[in-house]
């Protein structure tokens, strides 16, 4: 029998011989847990994807469908060894305080690092228990061992004991973040037979923290991503998902002012596998200034189309603007049409314009694009056929390319599909595409945003019907 094995023994037969006959009674069975996946709003989601699935089985052919599908293997815990006794504590790291043997008196658990040059060994965590005076410990690998950060305790079994919840930051497994910090993953630590061991989670990619990349997902300038975000209310772990994903680029995220997410609570079983099960308010809206309840049929809120920005300036006139900084312009008649912009220092740029009848919108587009930036049309058409983005290179004015197979203007793809493009009085610059041959919809919704050094890139919004194409207002779900 190795020292392991002996120190297992010794600590089953100490926690056994605490063990007496008054101490033993009759209980129900407990409820069994509720599954991710059967909660009600994600079996809607599921019914939403089904003609997805029966498209996916078309193009696979002709399988078995109708034999058992494999179940996923429910984790299991992994004890740990006992090393890492001689490791230096970590720096600036208070203990953490939590009654782990649940006797009412709180035990201090101590944080020892592995040795390694680049604070990214395995943590050990070692306390001595107030109820008889036995130590334990417990060995988690993190991805950074420089602090380690320690949550308030839970007790996700309801058994009067506390579990030790510490984040594990800039983890490796998550995916990959966008438009943020890189993720974080939540470990929690349970009590067991002496041991501090790390509870395995049935779904695991609940816990992590972060805009997390949805995997296959990922385009040449934009991913999308789920946002997850977690918390602790009364001694219990809660975390949260947006319901849709959504894209990101560079470290910009294109979302809803309003965004449902799904709120689960983690519950830990009798066998120290952690499972979420859904929360009380299972469905939260996301606001700028905090979250609600969802209410009844409550979806994320619709990307504000409208107002358009139409007014704009002919040959012989110029508009003022002070977006991103004062800048002047105006459109000449010479040879050609020029677009004329002027700085207050006196720096003036002569542009040729190629588009027939020229016009100049007087909003400038929000792309946050470092120069001047204006968006120019053709003819006085509410709709023009050609639209371009010049924005200002040094001392020139040149034309963002537009990439993403999304054409800025008006008109029909060459295998038949319309498309219209317009700009808000917010400065939002969107282009709609309807997803088959014709005009009757529905329309994928794109908005465009500066990817790279003189790159426009179409991101997809959401897919949207209007009563009035014309009138970017009438949107609504299809």
């Known amino acids: 029998m190795n020292e392991l094995e002996t120190r297992l023994a010794e600590a089953f037969a100490a926690r056994?011989?605490?063990?007496?006959?008054?101490?033993?009674?009759?209980?129900?069975?407990?409820?069994?847990?509720?599954?991710?996946w059967r909660r009600t709003s994600v079996l809607l989601a599921v019914a939403a994807c089904l003609a997805v699935v029966a498209a996916s089985v078309a193009l696979l052919g002709d399988r078995d469908q109708d034999g058992p599908q494999p179940a996923e293997p429910r984790?299991?815990?992994?004890?740990?060894?006992?090393?890492?006794?001689?490791?230096?504590?970590?720096?600036?790291?208070?203990?953490?305080?939590?009654?782990?043997?649940?006797?009412?008196?709180?035990?201090?658990?101590?944080?020892?690092?592995?040795?390694?040059?680049?604070?990214?060994?395995?943590?050990?965590?070692?306390?001595?228990?107030?109820?008889?005076?036995?130590?334990?410990?417990?060995?988690?690998?993190?991805?950074?061992?420089?602090?380690?950060?320690?949550?308030?305790?839970?007790?996700?079994?309801?058994?009067?004991?506390?579990?030790?919840?510490?984040?594990?930051?800039?983890?490796?497994?998550?995916?990959?973040?966008?438009?943020?910090?890189?993720p974080t993953q939540l470990v929690v630590l349970d009590l067991r037979d002496g041991l501090?061991?790390?509870?395995?989670?049935?779904?695991?990619?609940?816990?992590?923290?972060?805009?997390?990349?949805?995997?296959?997902?990922?385009?040449?300038?934009?991913?999308l991503v789920h946002m997850q975000g977690f918390w602790i209310e009364d001694g219990s772990l809660f975390t949260s998902r947006s319901e849709r994903s959504y894209p990101a680029y560079l470290m910009?995220?294109?979302?809803?002012?309003?965004?449902?997410?799904?709120?689960?609570?983690?519950?830990?079983?009798?066998?120290?596998v952690l499972s979420p099960v859904p929360a009380e308010t299972p469905c939260l809206i996301g606001v700028p200034e905090g979250a609600h309840p969802c209410a009844?049929?409550?979806?994320?809120?619709?990307?504000?189309?409208?107002?358009?920005?139409d007014e704009r300036i002919g040959i012989g006139e110029q508009f003022s603007s002070e977006f991103p900084f004062p800048f002047t312009v105006g459109l000449e008649a010479f040879a050609d049409v020029s677009l004329v912009v002027e700085m207050p220092d006196g720096t003036r740029?002569?542009?040729?314009?190629?588009?027939?009848?020229?016009?100049?919108?007087?909003?400038a587009p929000n792309l946050a694009y470092d120069g001047v930036a204006v968006v120019?049309?053709?003819?006085?058409?509410?709709?023009?056929?050609?639209?371009?983005?010049?924005?200002?290179?040094?001392?020139?004015?040149?034309?963002?390319?537009?990439?993403?197979?999304v054409t800025l203007g008006s008109g029909e793809t060459e295998d038949g599909r319309a498309f219209r493009s317009w700009l808000t009085a917010n400065g939002a610059l969107y282009t709609a595409q309807t997803t088959t041959s014709g005009d009757d919809g529905p329309w994928q919704v794109y908005t465009w945003a500066l990817v790279a050094k003189g790159q426009l890139g179409a991101i997809p919004v959401e897919q949207l019907c209007f009563d009035d194409i014309a009138d970017p207002a009438t949107a609504r779900r299809c």
């Not at 009844?296 to 920005?309: H, K, N, R, S």
């Open 252 to 272: 910009n995220l294109v979302i809803p002012e309003e965004y449902r997410v799904d709120v689960v609570e983690w519950r830990l079983a009798d066998d120290g």
């Open 75 to 182: 984790p299991t815990l992994e004890l740990p060894a006992d090393v890492g006794r001689d490791w230096d504590r970590v720096m600036d790291t208070p203990p953490a305080e939590l009654d782990l043997d649940g006797d009412g008196r709180p035990e201090k658990v101590h944080f020892l690092a592995e040795p390694s040059e680049g604070y990214d060994g395995r943590l050990r965590l070692q306390t001595t228990l107030s109820s008889d005076g036995s130590s334990a410990h417990g060995i988690v690998d993190l991805d950074q061992t420089l602090s380690v950060i320690a949550l308030e305790p839970i007790d996700a079994d309801s058994d009067g004991d506390q579990e030790l919840v510490i984040v594990n930051e800039n983890a490796e497994g998550g995916g990959p973040a966008a438009a943020g910090p890189p």
């Open 349 to 363: 740029i002569n542009h040729g314009l190629e588009l027939g009848d020229p016009r100049v919108l007087t909003l």
């Open 296 to 309: 009844e049929g409550e979806q994320d809120i619709l990307p504000p189309l409208a107002p358009f920005a």
């Open 16 to 36: 056994a011989d605490l063990v007496q006959p008054e101490d033993l009674r009759d209980e129900p069975l407990p409820a069994p847990v509720v599954q991710l």
């Open 376 to 405: 120019v049309t053709s003819g006085e058409a509410d709709q023009p056929a050609d639209l371009q983005v010049l924005g200002q290179v040094r001392d020139r004015m040149v034309a963002l390319e537009e990439i993403g197979g």
């Open 196 to 223: 501090l061991v790390r509870a395995p989670a049935t779904e695991p990619d609940l816990l992590w923290s972060g805009n997390l990349v949805v995997p296959g997902a990922t385009q040449d300038y934009y991913e």
